[in-house]
């Protein structure tokens, strides 16, 4: 059994660099589950750095998507569950 690395829970960021020709769009995809499989508030900004690090690609998509994510301030929700089927009124 292998630990778990917290900045790619999933390992979805480092099997995304050995898709052969992955494109920008599914790498945004990846990268949109990535950012929710890291507990909920956790602030991105520092996986990001050590992604970046780690995977030294500088003309794949993922790399470029990364970097714009390191301009993004936003952290991201979960959205559906409960709350998403409740009436704001009821």
Wanted: with cysteine; aromatic share 4%; proline share 9%.
């Amino acid at each position: 059994m292998t630990d778990r690395d917290p900045s790619d829970p999933k390992r979805l960021i480092a099997e995304s660099y050995l898709i052969e020709g992955i494109t920008a769009s599914e790498c945004r995809s990846i990268f949109l589950d990535w950012a929710l499989s890291l507990p909920m508030g956790e602030n991105t900004h520092p996986h990001l750095q050590i992604l970046l690090e780690r995977h030294r690609h500088p003309d794949h998509p993922m790399t470029e998507v990364i970097r714009q994510g390191l301009n993004v301030t936003v952290k991201p929700r979960r959205r559906g569950g409960w709350r998403s089927r409740t009436r704001p009124d009821a």
